[in-house]
């Protein structure tokens, strides 16, 4: 295109004229899952508001933190996990007795699948692609809806799965509210502890970071937030602190309590880096062999048969 | 909503963009992804290869957030967004120039599959292929003339170099594109 200075030496070859063109249809950049791209913006918003000259933590990280923070980030792992995974959490939540809390973190979740994501790092990838991003998930009943129900047939009131004939009806929600609260709170701390390690990491104090991932690792085990909070600690360990043995210790950890979790691909692509550094290329071999194996459709699928053929690993 | 920010009001009047300007997060978000794609698209034109895209379209997007405050609806939105990412990219570039590169042999990827048979995706990506095999200055000059639509004077502007040493880089470009083609695609 060509404005008021048309001429031949400067004209565009005709078969690139349909390639250099810009809207937005797909490409040239690679197209962006849903989850990262809510992550990408949730990021810039977050460094907007960060005051300049501050390291900023990468676009694939942010990604990654997006599928795991609580809002945008819970949705996307519910919509990865399944809806059994998402019973299973019910359940655990029942018998813990933070159903509430977990319904209302769910419950927030979904409703801002539109895209909340804080943008702030815990993570070293997306998790698995998705057609679609925006699938509803129906939430199984809680125990206490449950219990509720029956327990109002049965002429006593059932909370959190206690049987308690006591209280009027203000009293009785005044409890359940302050158990809520409560029950809310350690998968709230975790997540604002995710995000000062990112805001630590984006600063450049890695060393700070990796103390807040392992205090959101320690405040909620088991959680999403310290399956994300180890893998992003890996990452970190790896990448920044030169210490490939904690990444391996993480990762391995990560793969363990969550085998299937949103992450899984890109903790075993990390598992399989910190392996390369610390010289085990049967740790590395395994590592990216379980990748191809189990997540065969991931965009690390083909770099770790590219790796594995590097090492001589026919497939 | 949580604000994003206290500064002054408003002055355009378009919906979305105002409530961003306002500090209003969600519409800044909507806003956002509305030019996250077209953002992306820019700056792979402008930058060889797609290890870096992510982060420097991160970059561009914080600065569009920063000088939101400053649009005035005097062009149309995406084209704003375009200068500021052309601005960014150009900057970005020229600093991992001068940096050294590290190995980022693992570095993972974000992105959904691409189905092969995408005419217009396929079409892009053989493009981009071309200009990976410019200089970048070349190339940046055949981004901003024939992607983005400035005229030789404005290049030359934007650049700040002479407007024939614009017209010059565009002609090499282009030999060079030429004799790519014929060669075949990189």
């Known amino acids: 295109m060509t404005y008021g200075d048309s001429s031949d030496d400067t004209e565009l070859p005709g078969a690139l004229r349909a390639g250099l063109t810009l809207d937005d249809a797909r490409g040239p950049a690679r197209p962006l899952t849903d989850e990262a791209a809510r992550a990408l913006v949730g990021s810039a918003i977050a460094d907007a508001r960060a005051p300049r000259r501050t390291r900023r933590v990468p676009a694939w990280a942010a990604a990654a933190a997006a599928v795991l923070c609580v809002g945008t980030g819970a949705s996307a792992a519910l919509l990865y996990a399944g809806r059994a995974r998402v019973a299973e959490e019910a359940e655990r939540g029942a018998s813990s007795g933070t159903d509430t809390a977990h319904r209302t973190v769910t419950a927030n979740a979904t409703r801002t699948t539109s895209g909340t994501g804080t943008g702030s790092a815990s993570g070293t990838g997306t998790g698995p692609e998705t057609a679609n991003g925006t699938d509803a998930v129906t939430l199984p009943k809680t125990a206490h809806e449950t219990g509720a129900e029956t327990g109002i047939a049965n002429g006593t009131e059932r909370v959190h799965g206690v049987a308690s004939a006591r209280g009027t009806a203000a009293a009785r929600r005044g409890r359940e509210r302050g158990r809520a609260r409560v029950a809310v709170a350690e998968p709230d701390v975790a997540r604002d502890l995710l995000a000062q390690a990112n805001a630590e990491r984006a600063r450049g104090a890695f060393r700070e970071a990796r103390a807040l991932y392992a205090q959101a690792a320690e405040r909620a085990p088991g959680s999403l937030s310290a399956y994300a909070a180890d893998v992003a600690a890996a990452s970190l360990a790896l990448e920044h602190l030169g210490d490939a043995r904690e990444a391996a210790r993480l990762y391995a950890r990560a793969l363990a309590e969550r085998p299937d979790g949103p992450l899984d691909a890109e903790a075993r692509w990390g598992a399989a880096r910190a392996a390369a550094r610390l010289g085990d290329t049967t740790g590395e071999r395994t590592a990216l062999r379980a990748l191809v194996k189990t997540h065969p459709a991931s965009a690390l699928a083909p770099r770790a048969e590219a790796r594995l053929e590097a090492l001589g690993d026919a497939p | ?186």
């Open chain 2, 1 to 186: 909503m949580e604000a994003l920010s206290t500064r002054a009001p408003a002055r355009f009047a378009d919906g979305p963009i105002a409530a961003a300007q306002a500090g209003d997060r969600a519409a800044t978000e909507a806003v956002l992804l509305s030019v996250l794609t077209r953002v992306r698209n820019l700056v792979r034109y402008l930058l060889r290869g797609d290890a870096e895209v992510d982060d420097v379209a991160q970059l561009v997007l914080c600065e569009v957030v920063r000088s939101l405050p400053s649009f005035r609806g005097d062009a149309p939105f995406p084209a704003w967004v375009d200068r500021i990412a052309v601005r960014v990219a150009l900057r970005a570039a020229r600093e991992r120039r001068t940096a050294a590169r590290k190995h980022v042999e693992y570095l993972p990827e974000l992105h959904a599959h691409a189905r092969a048979d995408d005419g217009v995706y396929g079409a892009r990506r053989d493009a981009v292929r071309c200009l990976d095999a410019l200089p970048s200055e070349q190339r940046t000059a055949v981004v901003l003339h024939h992607v983005v639509g400035l005229s030789v004077p404005e290049l030359a502007e934007e650049l700040g170099i002479p407007f024939e040493t614009a017209r010059s880089r565009l002609r090499l470009a282009m030999e060079k594109l030429r004799s790519t083609l014929k060669a075949g695609t990189p």
